[in-house]
Every structure is written in C-alpha cells, then in structure tokens.
C-alpha cells in the first residue's frame, strides 16, 4: 500500500465553482500534514499546512480526519490561476521524511 | 531573493556519461534533500542529509551518491545515467525540528542522450 493516495483526477471546474480534494495516508504515527501546490514544469511550492483543528486560508480550508487517516483541501469561488496539480504531503516515522501523494490535477475553465 | 538554488537549470548528458547537479541554499537549514520527480509522478526520495548525516532510501539505485561539504550546498552525481533517469531532480531543505514544512529549489531538468 502507498503511503499516500490521492485521486489523480483531472477536476475540470467552471471558475467561481467549489472543488475539494482528498488525500489518504497508511502511518497513524504521522504527524505534519501539507497540502503543495505545483505548477507545470516548476517546483512544488507550499500551499499550506494542515492541522489538528483545520485551518483556512482566503479560500482554502484544510482539514485532518485522524481517525480515517485522511486530509482534505477545499477551494471556494475558484480562479483560473488555481489550475494546477495539487500534493498532498505527510511525513513518516522519521519526523525528517516526507511522502508525496501523486498528485490531483484541477483545471479551472472559464 | 532565491532561498533554494539549484544549478544548471537544465542538464543534457550523454548515456553512461557522469553528471553532477548542484544544489545551494542560503537558509541555514539541517536537513537537505534530493527528489527524482517523473512526469505525472509524485517526487520520489532519492536520499536525505540531517547535518553531515547521510540517509539513503532502500530503493535508491547505486548510480546516485551524493555529497554535502557543508551546511549550504549538496551534490547530487550520477555515475553512468541512463536514459530512465530523465527527470526533474529537485533539491529541498528543512530546519529539521518537529517535521517542519520544505522548501524547493527550481528543479534541474536533466535529458540524458
């Protein structure tokens, strides 16, 4: 079993529309969760990171469900500039490792 | 001003013949870390360095090594590269305490001919 599993899509969305992505992982010891936003060709960049309690960031919410060991990421009113491919991060038993998702690929269309 | 720097750009070599990239970064960070990303694939740990400690994945081939002479830059060599190791290499640090987020240098596209 892959440490983590993402849908690899693609999510074709009209703009202003809602979309949420979800992510699972295997280790229940693991405890840094992120969400990496990466762009055609380029680097991964962060997007944010996920916490206990959830968080928001403009029109990002992130979420961590513990007991099914998964995190989600939700995007309101969606941008065309959001179109990319979106990873999902957690780390291993070595706090100093980390493990990619492939990777969800979101399409904002106009 | 970059954080996490990684020359060349763009690397074409030839079959069998070796290749170093290089990664620099001016934040100071212990941990420096080595990805092959594929196209449509996750990033894939080659290997990590917590200070002058090496940390090599199970699954990395013996045609990479790598060499970190200090805390700001890391190497990355490739022996004989064939043409499965086309790929973008990307060079990441973090501080190294409670599992912290990373950050990526640009990438080095290598074509191997």
């Known amino acids: 079993r892959k440490e983590v599993e993402q849908d690899p899509g693609p999510f074709n969305v009209p703009e202003g529309a809602t979309v949420a992505f979800n992510c699972t992982y295997s280790n229940s010891a693991s405890q840094s969760f992120f969400w990496y936003r990466q762009d055609c060709r380029k680097e991964p960049k962060l997007l944010m990171s996920v916490y206990s309690s959830g968080n928001e960031d403009g029109r990002f919410t992130a979420q961590l469900n513990r007991a099914s060991q998964y995190i989600s990421l939700l995007i309101r009113d969606s941008k065309l500039s959001d179109s990319a491919t979106y990873l999902c991060v957690v780390n291993g038993n070595n706090f100093n490792k980390f493990y990619f998702g492939s990777g969800t690929k979101l399409n904002v269309k106009p | 001003d970059a954080m996490v720097i990684q020359n060349p750009r763009y690397q074409v070599t030839q079959f069998g013949k070796p290749v170093t990239l290089s990664c620099s970064q001016t934040l100071n960070h212990n941990v420096m870390y080595w990805y092959q990303q594929k196209s449509s694939q996750a990033p894939k740990l080659l290997f990590h360095?917590?200070?002058?400690?090496?940390?090599n994945e199970a699954d990395t081939p013996d045609n990479f090594q790598s060499r970190r002479p200090n805390t700001s830059f890391c190497f990355l060599d490739i022996r004989s590269p064939g043409l499965g190791d086309a790929a973008m290499y990307l060079c990441?640090?973090?501080?190294?305490?409670?599992?912290?987020?990373?950050?990526f240098g640009p990438g080095t596209r290598l074509l191997v001919l």
């Open positions: 990441a640090t973090s501080r190294g305490r409670d599992a912290e987020t990373q950050y």
């Open positions: 360095y917590y200070d002058k400690d090496f940390n």
